[in-house]
């Protein structure tokens, strides 16, 4: 059966080549808007990983994180941020809310591919 994967980002064009790219790599998908979005569907999704963007409206990625570490199916999940922001600060307030790695925006498909192997196994 094929992994499912969240990706969590407000813009519509990103969510499309991340979706792309993963469903090329023969995993399935579940979009969401924003982290609010996102801890809705993840009441009702099962999913083995999640790709969040860090700047969101209504719940940003940290937020969304710390929801997701909060519910015992994502627990133990790899968390991906996936951002323009790649200030040392940033990732370190990622890691505390529980992200297991971060990609700095603009992304090539490929890296996206190799970090998702690497934490899904």
């Keep these: 059966m094929a992994k499912v994967i969240m990706t969590a980002d407000d813009s519509a064009s990103v969510r499309q080549m991340v979706s792309f790219t993963l469903k090329q ?45 909060a519910l015992a199916s994502c627990k133990f999940i790899p968390i991906v941020m996936l951002t323009t922001e790649s ?25 996206l591919m190799a970090v998702v192997k690497k934490v899904l196994g």
Excluded at 90 to 110: D, S
């Design 87 to 111: 200030q040392d600060g940033r990732k370190q307030e990622g890691k505390a809310a529980g992200a297991t790695g971060w990609i700095v925006k603009p992304f090539k498909p490929e890296q």
């Design 25 to 69: 790599g023969g995993y399935e998908v579940v979009e969401a808007v924003d982290g609010k979005d996102a801890l809705q569907k993840l009441a009702v999704h099962k999913v083995d990983m999640l790709i969040t963007d860090l700047n969101m409206p209504n719940l940003d990625g940290i937020g969304l994180i710390k929801g997701a570490r």
